[in-house]
């Protein structure tokens, strides 16, 4: 049976240490502005018969990390033409490590799956802590960023191992150590950080945005049983909810 011109989406929405339910909640209502758009949602990609199925794949999630057959499934959807929207932290593994002697905590980011990150285009290897930074346009004549001029976040600076090749939108400018985390194989010769890329991989592309932090009261148990303040990262800015709109406008065009 035919679906007319109805375009599926698969979003995943799920994982540790952010307020997932807060970015769900508005991922869900921006979809909800395309009324070509119907949405399935799930917190992982375990359901990966409905995600390949999809005309498009969304997600927001933080150490959420697919198995070898979903992780060659995804590829595949990839590879054959199709379109994923990934945001902040779905590029990430995360492990907590013993705290330093002074109380540091550490964090390592094992490379424990790489043709998932290799259709993604990066890894999550660190961030500084969260800070006010500016985000700079690269190609200022690219439709998924023209006419958004320089702004400012207070977000987590992602610092990450690239994969491919990438069509850099948007950066940020970092090179500095970071304490908490272990690795430094994110540093290179510039301090250019990439904000927002197009990674092509086979015949499909993946869009990469990585701002978009969220944490709530109970979102760092069993490590902290109350966080002591609501962060909104690039939630709080104009300029993310325009970039999200033309990032599923992007999703939803084969053409782009």
């Given amino acids: 049976m035919s679906k007319s011109d109805r375009?599926?989406?698969?979003?995943?929405?799920?994982?540790?240490?952010?307020?997932?339910?807060?970015?769900?909640?508005?991922?869900?209502?921006?979809?909800?502005?395309?009324?070509?758009i119907k949405v399935l949602v799930g917190s992982d990609f375990s359901d990966i018969e409905a995600i390949c199925a999809s005309d498009v794949l969304i997600t927001?999630?933080?150490d959420i990390i697919p198995t070898q057959d979903e992780t060659r499934r995804?590829?595949?959807?990839?590879?054959?033409?199709?379109?994923w929207f990934a945001l902040h932290g779905t590029n990430s593994i995360l492990q907590f490590l013993e705290p330093a002697a002074d109380g540091t905590p550490r964090v390592d980011c094992p490379e424990d799956n790489m043709p998932f990150m290799e259709v993604l285009g990066s890894q999550f290897m660190a961030h500084p802590p969260i800070h006010q930074y500016d985000v700079h346009v690269t190609e200022p004549d690219h439709p998924l960023v023209k006419d958004i001029p320089s702004?400012?976040?207070?977000?987590?600076?992602?610092?990450?191992?690239?994969?491919?090749?990438?069509?850099?939108?948007?950066?940020?400018?970092?090179?500095?150590p970071v304490e908490n985390f272990i690795r430094d194989d994110w540093m290179k010769d510039t301090n250019v950080q990439p904000v927002l890329y197009i990674h092509p991989y086979g015949t499909g592309q993946v869009l990469y945005l990585t701002l978009g932090h969220c944490r709530g009261k109970y979102d760092m148990q069993p490590y902290i049983e109350e966080y002591p303040a609501a962060e909104e990262g690039a939630w709080k800015t104009q300029e993310f909810y325009t970039l999200l709109r033309?990032?599923?406008l992007w999703a939803m065009d084969p053409l782009q």
């Fill in 74 to 83: 995804l590829t595949d959807y990839v590879n054959t033409g199709k379109k």
């Fill in 7 to 36: 375009i599926d989406v698969y979003l995943v929405a799920g994982g540790k240490y952010h307020n997932i339910d807060h970015a769900r909640l508005e991922l869900l209502k921006l979809l909800a502005e395309q009324p070509r």
């Fill in 246 to 248: 033309r990032g599923i």
């Fill in 60 to 62: 927001y999630t933080c």
């Fill in 151 to 176: 702004f400012t976040v207070d977000d987590e600076l992602y610092l990450c191992k690239f994969h491919g090749e990438h069509q850099t939108l948007l950066h940020a400018h970092w090179s500095d």
